[in-house]
């Protein structure tokens, strides 16, 4: 059974940092590029970074940039997202994901397996 398990979500103060992680069983990613997205209730799932199999490639919103750092470590079947300067507009539940191969990184249709996701509160 393949399974993406995120975890590191919290509440923290504005201006905090937290890290999330993402742990994949069942199959290895590591051919894969992976994502972050995230989604507030009622709202669209939103892209908020996506890494290179690799990890040499990194891609950020604008809304993250400078902010966040993603990153992999295949050895160990993880990404993580390292959240600096976290504001209260960063609420929301956070999903890892894993890229089919094909199209764009933005799109979350492009992505094929999911986690559960891990719920990240900003207090101000």
């Known amino acids: 059974q393949v399974q993406l398990v995120e975890s590191g979500g919290g509440l923290v103060q504005a201006g905090r940092s937290l890290r999330l992680s993402c742990a994949a069983s069942?199959?290895?990613?590591?051919?894969?590029?992976m994502g972050w997205f995230r989604q507030a209730p009622g709202k669209e799932r939103e892209f908020v970074a996506a890494?290179?199999?690799?990890?040499?490639?990194?891609w950020y919103a604008d809304s993250v940039k400078d902010r966040f750092t993603i990153s992999r470590d295949n050895a160990k079947n993880t990404v993580y997202l390292q959240m600096n300067s976290l504001k209260p507009e960063d609420t929301d539940v956070y999903y890892c994901?894993?890229?089919?191969?094909?199209?764009?990184?933005?799109?979350?249709?492009?992505?094929?397996?999911w986690g559960q996701g891990t719920q990240v509160t900003v207090s101000s």
């Open positions: 890494i290179s199999w690799s990890g040499s490639i990194t």
């Open positions: 069942g199959r290895t990613f590591s051919s894969n590029a």
């Open positions: 994901a894993a890229h089919n191969g094909g199209g764009n990184y933005v799109s979350d249709r492009h992505y094929g397996y």
